[in-house]
């Protein structure tokens, strides 16, 4: 199975600062990945597809980026709307597997 | 407006059986691949089950392969689980997902449907 290894499991950041998570692949997925954004008692929400692609609806402060086999999301000037789980999902194989989750909370 | 709804869960003994449904509407489902997505209590989000859109292949995670069935009826546009030989480490939220075109992740997702597994 392919692991994907998820970072930070949790931060706390100020209001208008930039922030960036990181899952690394145990092996090569191609852009297959997504991110999503999980409120409490919510469902979640696509934020990011095929590893660089904003979902329509989700501000253009959320990005993505890869760099090798590390997969990035990056909220640039953070809002308070920003705050909760967010985790990646990679679709290359099955079983897809999804990150361990980041907890964003503001400071 | 796309929409999932899930139903069907509840609490089950281990060992016993449960089918979950997921009735779909806003759009043409019979073009869509979907998933089950599965979340214990405090937990991660762990995938399940797959099935193409003509129903033709699914997939599933090793821990529930030949206990759970993932299948759905176009006519109907409604998804199901049926669980079945549930054991307590199946207790979870199960969603259900769209898989947006090209595999490119998760676009839709059901508001969720707990299952407790418990004596």
């Known amino acids: 199975d392919i692991q994907m290894t998820q970072s930070p499991s949790s931060i706390s950041v100020s209001l208008g600062d930039r922030f960036t998570i990181t899952c690394r692949a145990s092996q090569d997925i191609g852009n297959y990945l997504s991110w999503y954004q999980q409120k409490p008692e919510k469902s979640p929400k696509l934020m990011i597809y095929?590893?660089?692609n904003l979902e329509d609806g989700v501000p253009s402060r959320f990005s993505g980026s890869r760099s090798g086999s590390d997969y990035s999301l990056t909220i640039n000037s953070l809002e308070s709307e920003d705050t909760g789980i967010y985790f990646c999902?990679?679709?290359?194989?099955?079983?897809?597997?999804f990150g361990g989750g980041t907890k964003l909370e503001l400071k | 407006e796309v929409q999932l709804v899930e139903s069907g869960g509840g609490l089950v003994q281990p060992g016993r059986s449960l089918k979950l449904s997921c009735a779909a509407s806003g759009f043409t489902f019979s073009n869509y691949y979907m998933a089950w997505v599965r979340q214990a209590p405090t937990k991660g989000l762990e995938w399940v089950a797959s099935?193409?859109?003509?129903?033709?292949?699914?997939y599933y995670r090793d821990s529930v392969k030949g206990r759970f069935t993932i299948s759905r009826d176009n006519a109907k546009s409604t998804l199901y689980l049926q669980m079945d030989s549930l054991r307590s480490e199946d207790t979870a939220t199960y969603y259900c997902?769209?898989?947006?075109?090209?595999?490119?992740?998760?676009?839709?997702w059901g508001q969720g449907v707990m299952v407790t597994v418990s004596s």
């Open positions: 999902l990679q679709h290359k194989q099955y079983p897809w597997t």
């Open positions: 997902t769209r898989i947006k075109k090209y595999y490119s992740g998760l676009d839709y």
């Open positions: 095929r590893a660089t």
């Open positions: 099935i193409t859109n003509s129903g033709g292949s699914t």
